[in-house]
């Protein structure tokens, strides 16, 4: 997915609060969660930006596809164990008071079927009483073909400029992404393209509560997207 862009992964993103997202986020934790400790997964963590932040809270580890993503995380917070495994279907053979995932990163199981199997597997790593805290991606009323969002970040001598392009191919959501990043030295286009589902609100509640979790919809969430916050019962 980021093969071609992650080392300016942290730059394109520079612009959001992950210490004030974080918070959020154990907040939304603390007031669920049932069980009596403090361990939490971060799925599909990414260079472990939130990580980075949960850390002081929890006794935390992070898990991704993505290995240069991880590669990022790794080097960042090398304290922390991160495991390289797809969210669909892992099997780490321990549990978590929180399972968390975040920054819309569940549109990226693309189908309602590896949704429902997500659902399952983050359950199957939670502990009695234990919480599932869920981002989910744009929801197919968002859609708009052909819309262009375009973004510039820069730092030092380094400007990498990033355009997206929506399109609906199938049963999914098409971001055909454009970069254009130039030095002092160079400048190199390249592309990609990422493939996410179109799930609504419903798909993402039924597969939770499916699952065997009590679920919760707060739709405001962190920045706007909502989020999915179930419980697994105590018996």
């Known amino acids: ?11 394109l993103y520079s612009f959001k609060d992950y210490a004030a997202e974080a918070d959020k986020v154990c907040h939304v934790i603390d007031a669920a969660n049932n069980s009596s400790g403090r361990r939490l997964l971060d799925v599909a963590c990414g260079t472990g930006q939130h990580l980075h932040h949960l850390k ?3 006794e935390a580890e992070g898990l991704d596809l993505d ?28 549990r978590f008071d929180a399972v968390v995932c975040l920054f819309s990163s569940i549109g990226y199981v693309v189908t309602l079927e590896k949704l429902r199997m997500t659902a399952r597997t983050l359950t199957r790593h939670l502990e009695p009483g234990g919480v599932v805290v869920v981002e989910p991606w744009l929801t197919p009323d968002a859609f708009r073909p052909g819309h262009v969002h375009a973004l510039l970040a820069e730092a030092s001598e380094l400007k990498v400029a990033r355009m997206i392009i929506s399109d609906l191919r199938a049963d999914r959501w098409v971001l055909n992404i454009h970069y254009l990043v130039g030095t002092s030295e160079w400048v190199q286009h390249f592309t ?18 499916d699952a065997g979790l009590h679920v919760n919809y707060d739709p405001e969430g962190i920045i706007g997207r909502g989020l999915v916050i179930g419980v697994k019962p105590t018996t």
């Open 67 to 94: 290995p240069e993503l991880l590669t990022i995380a790794q080097r960042r917070l090398p304290d922390l164990r991160f495991t390289h495994a797809d969210m669909v279907d892992f099997d780490l053979g321990r």
């Open 192 to 209: 990609e393209e990422h493939y996410l589902g179109l799930f609504t609100t419903e798909d993402y509640l039924n597969a939770f509560t």
């Open 1 to 11: 997915m980021f093969t071609k862009s992650a080392a300016f992964y942290d730059l």
């Open 56 to 58: 002081e809270h929890f």
